[in-house]
């Protein structure tokens, strides 16, 4: 196998667990690897450090599948090491079928995504070496779970990094003619093909939960709602009027039919809009909301975008809590890596400021359990749910 040893200094976060080689850490290559191919990486002083696959391309030059030498390019390695991530997801949810199944570096298959949405799979190749072992990943998933349709979201930027292509592809199978998949109580229609993510936020399933309690009686403004998870909850506890903004024709008619799903449908009403501009006409009306729930896409994609996506924030955070009644809450989002816990908060307390308005902090809560953070790589910690009041 080829050989990829570490410049001298640079091997000490290696050896603490995280599994990206960058390519100004390679001291020296031994072989003469393909792109995707599998490589041995060493210490400086030749020492094994474990299997991974090489991108010439990528600053990410290496990225590790295991702490030994190991043959990787097998269906019978993703079986075993696929295995282990159900394992981990079954011990909590049972047979859940709205679930993530495999999250990348977490599960120790950095750059591949596994979700499941009934008899579905939607994955996602995010890297050259996964692409070129589809097939072995493609076997090892028939043989665990005997899909009927397996679906290739690869619709995304960072596979261009990787020399790749984006695409949309159905790999295998027939897709049923509407996928529906449960969540906490209630039922969701999942557009695999062509929604957001690999088609739901199953990120957020226990953050939803935390609406009950904080939505009886009230009235609910549910804010980027895309398909309308945040409203449906809102009504399953409690809410009387839930409003959803969010500026995708395709998104709010997915919201709609999930709230005739669950029975909701006079409760929830969904507008098409830019945000930012419904939060200023809302303001301009006298409008007051009880809950409001902030759940943006990423706003900041790579570190030197961070100011830009800062101000963004600020903003937005802002005019919502304008918009708080007294005694309400804010269920406020962020999923980008870059926007770190401390500076979220940080954001919000200017935005509080510059609203004029005393709030106080209930609770920060994370990403779901299928989706769990490797210690060792902080990037894998990404969703911030901050759960704020009004007083």
Known sequence: MNRILLAPGHDRRLRAGHPWVFSNEIGRIEGQPAPGDAVTVHGPKGDCLGTGYYNPRSLIAVRMLSSRPEEIDSADFFRRRIAQALDYRRAIYGDLDGVRLVHGESDLLPGLVVDRYGPVLSLQ?????MERRRDAILAALQDLLHPAAVVARNDVGVRELEGLPQAVELLRGELPAEVIVGENGLRFAVDVLGGQKTGHFL???????????????????????????WAAHAAKYGAREVLGIDISAGALALARRNAELNGFAERCRFTQGDVFDVLRDLAAAGERFDTIVLDPPAFVKSKKRLTEAVRGYLTINRRAMELLAPGGFLF????SYHMERELFLDTLRQAATKAGRCLRLIEVRGQALDHPVLLACPETDYLKCVILQAL
């Open 125 to 129: 190749f995010l890297t050259l070496g």
């Open 203 to 229: 990120d957020q399933k226990e953050n939803h939960q935390a609406l009950r309690g904080r939505v009886e009686g009230g009235r609910v403004l549910d804010l980027f709602c895309y398909s309308g998870a």
């Open 332 to 335: 406020t989002c962020s999923c």
